[in-house]
């Protein structure tokens, strides 16, 4: 590829302090403009990327990469903010690296969701380009675990088969490069037997199957699975009962899964040595149709066309999963943190503080004390239309919705000459409370 000078390349962001509507760490951006060379990508991009305070080496890179057309684009521009795939990415050492094609609704989603044509060398250079910046250069070596929907999901499988040595997991939702077989004259897709040994899981909305604008997306992600599964690969797939092409709440499988390979696969803490294989004789199966699996060892049906479940814990989130929707989860979320106070005008109070958002669950709110009673609760309506209402809420394709919200609340009615004692209380998305963290 033609080296050419990035449009912009910019530190967004060193530190979110206190009050921010941003995780805490580095956030990075880098612009490239649409390429006119055949073979390189012809449409812009924008990449940013969110680097967690603390680590001095990262161990992956966690790529959530939003669907075809305009609308999704820019969905996908905030999805390096998202404080809950953070939580995912702070465990782990790793960065948060979020898409943004600068694709009109007039321009053919195949021009970056193949990345035969340029999004894969120009995702590659910004990897490269961050590394070179931000003080991490092992960001141009390490694994990825790749997250994608609908086009995205095209994206993510084509470059499973591209660089299976790179990737630890795969989440496929209501995509597959599949689902451009039957529109096109192109070849049959080869998979290279190195992509059989990389984690998938296949999550198509069921409303999608027989839908009018959806149905490829149900055919190509199931197409998908049977492929992998015959050839012995570690694949999964959950039907998401609930949904169509919108994502829902399949983030409370999605974080697990990845979560779960994460701990299987990643070298040691320094970064060195090769992803570490998964044996798909062992795992739990469950038949499909069907809700419920069982370790390997006692499966007795056909094992090539069953779903693929690393663990049991992973196992138990899928159940509940395909039956539901969602997911269940007992364990209350992290205290928030940093949390100051000091006088605002007019003698109004202001309270900022931080958190970071429950693994299992999600960050729903905040309740905020004062003197030991319940004074308010942030988002004081909380909205939630494509899944359950959390403090960031969430778009139709699992990122959230601008503007992004900040964690601030002002007191305009403290008494005058008292002094009082606020506390702020972190609630996750099934309703589970954390311990207060005092202002001061």
């Given at each position: 590829?033609?080296?050419?000078?990035?449009?912009?390349?910019?530190?967004?962001l060193a530190?979110?302090?206190?009050?921010?509507?941003?995780?805490?760490?580095?956030y990075?951006?880098?612009?490239?403009?649409?390429?006119?060379?055949?073979?390189?990508?012809?449409?812009?991009?924008?990449?940013?990327?969110?680097?967690p305070e603390?680590?001095?080496?990262?161990?992956g890179?966690i790529v959530?990469?939003?669907?075809?057309?305009?609308?999704?684009?820019e969905g996908?521009?905030t999805?390096?903010h998202?404080?809950?795939?953070?939580?995912?990415a702070?465990?782990?050492?790793?960065?948060l690296?979020?898409?943004?094609?600068?694709?009109?609704d007039?321009?053919?989603?195949?021009?970056w969701?193949?990345?035969?044509q340029?999004?894969?060398?120009?995702?590659?250079?910004a990897?490269?380009?961050?590394?070179a910046?931000s003080?991490h250069?092992?960001?141009?070596?390490?694994?990825?675990?790749?997250?994608?929907?609908?086009?995205g999901g095209v994206?993510?499988?084509?470059?499973?088969?591209l660089?299976?040595e790179r990737?630890?997991?795969v989440w496929?939702r209501?995509?597959?490069v599949?689902?451009r077989?039957?529109?096109?004259?192109?070849?049959?897709?080869?998979i290279p037997?190195?992509?059989c040994?990389?984690p998938?899981?296949?999550n198509?909305g069921?409303?999608e199957?027989?839908?009018?604008q959806?149905?490829?997306?149900?055919?190509?992600t199931?197409?998908m699975?049977?492929v992998l599964?015959?050839?012995?690969?570690?694949?999964?797939?959950?039907p998401d009962?609930?949904?169509?092409h919108?994502?829902?709440?399949s983030r409370?499988?999605?974080?697990p899964?990845?979560?779960a390979?994460?701990?299987l696969?990643?070298?040691?803490k320094?970064g060195s040595?090769?992803?570490r294989?998964i044996?798909?004789?062992r795992?739990w199966?469950?038949?499909?149709?069907?809700?419920?699996?069982e370790?390997?060892?006692?499966?007795?049906?056909?094992r090539?066309e069953a779903?693929w479940?690393p663990?049991k814990?992973v196992?138990?989130a899928?159940t509940?999963?395909?039956?539901?929707?969602?997911?269940?989860?007992?364990?209350?979320p992290?205290?928030p943190?940093n949390?100051?106070v000091?006088?605002?005008?007019?003698?109004?109070?202001?309270?900022t503080?931080?958190a970071?958002?429950?693994?299992?669950?999600?960050?729903?709110?905040f309740?905020i004390?004062?003197?030991?009673?319940e004074?308010a609760?942030l988002?004081?309506k909380?909205?939630?239309?494509f899944?359950r209402?959390?403090?960031?809420?969430m778009?139709?394709?699992?990122t959230?919705?601008?503007p992004?919200?900040?964690?601030?609340y002002?007191?305009?009615t403290?008494?005058?000459?008292?002094?009082?004692r606020?506390e702020?209380?972190?609630?996750?998305?099934?309703?589970?409370?954390?311990?207060p963290?005092?202002?001061?």
């Open positions: 590829m033609t080296k050419r000078p990035a449009l912009l390349f910019r530190l967004l530190l979110a302090s206190a009050g921010s509507c941003l995780g805490a760490g580095q990075w951006q880098v612009i490239y403009p649409p390429s006119t060379t055949p073979g390189e990508l012809s449409l812009g991009v924008t990449y940013t990327l969110w680097i603390g680590p001095k080496t990262l161990r890179v959530h990469q939003h669907g075809c057309g305009k609308g999704a684009c996908g521009a999805a390096a998202d404080l809950h795939w953070q939580a995912l702070r465990k782990w050492d790793c960065a690296l979020g898409p943004f094609y600068h694709q009109d007039r321009d053919a989603c195949t021009r969701c193949d990345p035969t340029g999004s894969a060398q120009t995702f590659l250079r990897l490269s380009d961050f590394a910046h003080g250069p092992e960001i141009e070596r390490v694994p990825w675990c790749l997250w994608g929907h609908s086009g994206w993510a499988s084509g470059m499973q088969l660089h299976p990737i630890v997991a496929l209501s995509g597959s599949y689902m077989l039957g529109q096109t004259n192109d070849v049959p897709i080869h037997d190195a992509a040994g990389v998938v899981m296949c198509p069921t409303k199957q027989g839908h009018s959806f149905n490829r997306a149900w055919t190509g199931l197409e699975f049977r599964r015959a050839r012995n690969a570690p694949v999964g797939f959950a009962p609930r949904t169509s919108e994502c829902g709440d409370y499988l999605a974080i899964f990845f979560d390979f994460l701990d696969r990643l070298p040691g320094r040595g090769s992803l294989p044996d798909p004789q795992g199966l469950a038949p499909l149709p069907g809700q419920n699996a370790p390997a060892s006692r499966f007795h049906g056909h090539l779903v479940l663990n814990r196992a138990e899928w509940q999963y395909v039956t539901t929707g969602a997911t269940t989860d007992r364990t209350p992290p205290r943190f949390a100051r000091q006088t605002a005008s007019n003698q109004a109070v202001e309270l503080w931080e970071d958002a429950d693994l299992e669950s999600g960050l729903a709110g309740v004390l004062r003197d030991g009673r004074l609760r988002p004081e909380p909205a939630g239309r899944g209402p959390l403090f960031q809420a778009s139709y394709h699992d959230p919705e601008k992004l919200p900040l964690m601030r002002i007191d305009a403290p008494e005058g000459g008292v002094r009082h606020y702020v209380v972190a609630v996750n998305s099934v309703g589970l409370q954390s311990r963290a005092r202002a001061r």
